[in-house]
């Protein structure tokens, strides 16, 4: 299965600490602090944030690789071989 990249960026830890936050509010009696809402809806601007990123860096690769697919020489000069033509 393909998973999509994260680009090396702190997605999953993000979401598991807003998923400990909020478990954390769950199981716990007595009112919840503004602050700790606040913490929670920080870390959900993050999360959202860091998805924007990625979605334009996934955007910015797959136009990277249409254009590869229309150019006209679908490999780099570097390294291509050419027919070596020796003195006679």
Request: proline content about 8%; overall charge negative; hydrophobic content about 40%.
């Amino acid at each position: 299965m393909h998973y999509p990249s994260d680009h090396g960026l702190p997605l999953v830890q993000l979401k598991e600490r807003r998923r400990e936050m909020v478990v954390a509010l769950q199981n716990r009696v007595g009112p919840i602090l503004d602050e700790e809402l606040n913490q929670i809806a920080a870390i959900q601007q993050t999360i959202s944030a860091v998805e924007e990123v990625i979605a334009d860096l996934d955007d910015e690769a797959e136009m990277g690789w249409e254009a590869t697919e229309r150019s006209a020489h679908p490999f780099p000069a570097i390294g291509r071989r050419w027919p070596v033509h020796s003195p006679v």
